[in-house]
């Protein structure tokens, strides 16, 4: 009997990876993507495994690694993969040596993500085949499935998650890893070299696979139809697949694995055989379009919407026309995520607060700089933006208007993409200033090394970069460092280095307080006594210090995390250090 | 047996991922079909956290719906009254009495609301623990999940050894007894 156990959608992928005989992962953390290498790191005495600065980076060493004749892995967030979208569309037009699959997690309904693009429209433009699972195990064997096609149409193959399927848990039955044998590595400079002249041939052949996959796709295992009930038909597939067979048990369902190309012999055959056809996919219309173009009468968007994630219930709704008796949820105040007790960059953010400052933000746990009561971040886009929008905002309004400005980005950012940016700032003259909220780890996917944290993912230890000297060698004329709970000095910093007609850069260190897993040793108490009930200590918006409703305010000796912020804010001493 | 539907929700670090695991690994014991969900994006950040658990001959949909928990279990008071809607008419909701009062209240935007659990009470059938204080008393604060599991294992389909075993499994090893001890402080509240 084969092992049975309960597995993540991320780590069935990772399991996929093991079995299928991957030899190198390589990836930056994303939600919904980041388990998928935290858990290849348990096969590592099989498969080489690391955090790449960024996506374009990870996606070009499995690249590399594929070309050499290896079987490769690149994952990422749908984000990522615009970071990674120049490789991967010209990696289409020289396919593989060994297979060479990438996996890419969409976030329908927003979890975590800033924006809700779907990649399946990725992967038509950059023609390359997608595979979409729908639960632990299949998100497994298609991975190992998507190395065979990999190899046998020379392409890169794309696995599309979404959130609910990255992080549910079902049933896997696990098998062992098969070992394949490294390609032999040929030079072959009209396949692997893309000047113009061997990409015009290649875009030739990128078309007929293409074609080819499309009718073979027809008899692919991951596609299958499950013909019931022949007046209603529905064409879905992902995690949409599980609400169709929980709201129309009776329905004739097309399930899809292969997404792109679309199987239309497959398609046009159970249009034909069905009364009524729907077709349920979250995000965008991507089947629906097409379907629709062959000249196929579907019911889709008309009725679905094209936002967030659906449900059975949604789907008894659009579809069954059910009416929906619930309960209507209780009024309750709103809970969003917020900075946690001891976080650095509350003190950070209280600072720039308390100096009326404006920020170009970026992508991280800081981004929450932007909510009440701090609201110090005035843009958030992607990965590095903060330093460049800044840059972008002085050369229109000239450098007295970014005199109340900075940018705030993260160490892990920085390494990203941040790094760029700030080359451009040296190179283009700004006389902005530019924070690196340095606190040790990549904090908001759960605290993945980088590479100036000094460790791998693999857990060996190695060259820490060093943040300061890369800014300084850069050419940054001003570069300093200040410890984030130090209140009065960071306010002087900021204070001192947005007066100055150069660019700056400081970097404000301090770790992230859930990196030290020990318990608190330190904690902050009001002494009601000498407390003036002013609030000035609510002012950062830590959860841990409440006011009741006599006006009472105190500190929860259950979320408190001993920053001490709030001790070195109060002007009357009124809050005390204590053992605990 | 038709599917189980089951709902954790906390806060963000509460802890409710051990509980999920502890679930997961009782239904694999049991030979369901089984599904979990949660949605852990920013949700470390003091966010509001929802798990689901549904298990049974077959489970298609990872998610439970309004109106569809045979059992929620709230690890916090105004987590309760933000998902009680999703119980089943006849549905049991455990509540650990604590409050953690969300941004808006302690910015003094909006108003931790009072009586939580007497207006729950009106409309379903709740069991409540301030599981903080009974872990308190063991000695480990960190056994409260386990305290508000064993309240939880009255109302599901599997056996009080089962669930030993796979305590025992899923814990750290120094913690075994003492989650064993807490364990059985939770079946016994409201047996």
């Known amino acids: 009997m084969k092992d049975k156990t309960i597995m993540l959608g991320n780590e069935a992928l990772a399991r996929g990876a093991f079995e299928a005989g991957v030899k190198v992962s390589a990836a930056y953390p994303g939600t919904p993507s980041t388990e998928v290498s935290e858990n290849i790191v348990q096969y590592k005495e099989h498969i080489y495994s ?67 693009q779907d990649t399946r429209a990725v992967a038509r433009a950059a023609k390359v085949p997608l595979l979409e699972p729908s639960d632990s195990m299949e998100a497994k064997e298609f991975l190992k499935f998507a190395y065979d096609m990999s190899e046998k149409y020379d392409t890169p193959v794309i696995v599309r998650t979404t959130t609910r399927l990255a992080h549910s848990q079902g049933m896997v039955e696990l098998s062992d890893r098969q070992e394949i044998p490294d390609r032999p590595y ?34 692919f295992p991951v596609n ?19 609400y169709v067979k929980e709201a129309l048990p009776k329905a004739s369902v097309l399930k899809l694995g292969l ?46 919407t094209v936002q967030g994630e659906y449900s059975a219930n949604m789907l008894r709704s659009a579809v069954l026309g059910e009416a929906q008796d619930f309960d209507a949820p209780a009024q309750a105040p709103a809970r969003p995520p917020i900075l946690c007790p001891g976080c650095p960059h509350r003190s950070t953010f209280y600072v720039l607060n ?91 996917t759960g605290h993945q090394d980088h590479a100036a944290t000094g460790r791998t993912l693999m857990g060996d230890h190695t060259y820490a970069i060093d943040i300061m000297g890369i800014c300084s060698a850069m050419g940054v004329p001003s570069v300093r460092m200040v410890h984030a709970f130090a209140v009065d000095e960071l306010e002087k910093a900021v204070r001192e280095e947005t007066a100055k007609d150069e660019l700056s850069v400081i970097v404000v260190k301090e770790p992230c307080a859930l990196l030290d897993k020990s318990p608190v040793t330190v904690q902050y108490r009001i002494n009601q006594d000498v407390c003036k009930r002013c609030g000035m200590c609510m002012r950062p918006g830590c959860p841990a210090i409440t006011k009741a409703a006599d006006g009472t305010i105190s500190v929860n000796d259950t979320l408190c995390n001993g920053c001490g912020l709030c001790g070195s804010i109060c002007s009357f001493g009124a809050i005390e250090r204590v053992e605990v | 047996m ?14 409710t991922l051990l509980t999920s695991r502890v679930l997961g690994g009782l239904t694999l014991h049991a030979g369901y ?94 069991l409540r623990v301030n599981a903080l204080e009974e872990a308190k008393k ?27 075993q796979v305590i025992e499994q899923t814990v750290p090893k120094k913690t075994v007894e003492v989650n064993k001890k807490a364990f059985e402080v939770g079946y016994q509240l409201h047996a």
């Open chain 1, 354 to 444: 308390k100096l009326k400052m404006h920020a170009a933000g970026d992508i991280g746990c800081y981004t929450l700089g932007a909510v009440s009561p701090l609201s110090v971040v005035d843009t958030t886009v992607c990965m590095g933006a903060s330093i460049s929008t800044l840059h972008g905002i002085e050369k229109a309004r000239g450098s007295e208007f970014i005199r109340d400005w900075v940018a705030v980005i993260g160490d892990s950012t920085f390494m990203h993409t941040g790094i760029n940016s700030l080359m451009n700032m040296v190179y283009n003259q700004s006389k902005a200033t530019v924070l690196i909220l340095d606190n040790s780890t990549t904090g908001m």
């Open chain 1, 186 to 219: 040929e030079k072959n400079i009209a396949k692997n070299v893309m000047m113009p002249g061997n990409a015009k041939g290649r875009h030739v052949f990128v078309e007929e696979r293409e074609h080819r996959m499309a009718e073979e796709g027809c008899e």
């Open chain 1, 224 to 242: 299958r139809v499950e013909y019931n009930d022949r007046s209603v038909g529905v064409i879905t597939s992902g995690i949409p697949y599980q």
């Open chain 2, 2 to 15: 038709e599917t189980k539907n089951i709902m954790i929700v906390g806060v963000g670090g509460q802890g």
């Open chain 2, 33 to 126: 079909d089984v599904k979990l969900s949660e949605v852990h994006g920013m949700a470390q950040r003091g966010g509001s956290v929802v798990t689901f658990v549904r298990y049974g001959e077959k489970v298609f949909e990872p998610i439970v719906e309004v109106g569809q928990a045979d059992v929620l279990i709230a690890f916090e008071r105004l987590e309760a009254l933000r998902y009680a809607h999703f119980l089943k008419k006849d549905g049991v909701l455990i509540v650990n009495d604590q409050r953690i009062d969300p941004m808006p209240v302690v910015i003094g935007a909006a108003e931790y609301p009072e009586d939580i659990l007497e207006t729950l009470e009106k409309k379903h059938r709740v």
């Open chain 1, 259 to 304: 997404i792109n190309p679309l199987p239309r012999r497959l398609i046009e055959e159970f249009a034909a055989s069905v009364d009524k056809l729907y077709v349920v996919e979250e995000l965008d219309p991507i089947i629906e379009e097409q379907v629709r173009s062959w000249g196929i009468d579907v019911i889709g968007k008309e009725i679905f």
């Open chain 2, 138 to 164: 063991l000695g480990n604060q960190r056994t409260f999940n386990i305290i508000i599991l064993g309240i939880a294992a009255q109302h599901m389909d599997f056996s009080k050894e089962d669930w030993l």
């Open chain 1, 50 to 116: 690391e955090w790449s600065p960024n996506e374009k980076v990870a996606v070009e060493v499995a690249i590399g690694a594929s070309l050499s004749g290896v079987r490769a892995l690149a994952s990422m967030k749908h984000v990522g993969l615009n970071v990674a979208a120049d490789p991967l569309y010209t990696a289409s037009y020289i396919g593989v040596n060994g297979g060479l699959v990438l996996i890419v997690a969409d976030d329908p309904g927003l979890y975590s993500s800033q924006n809700e």
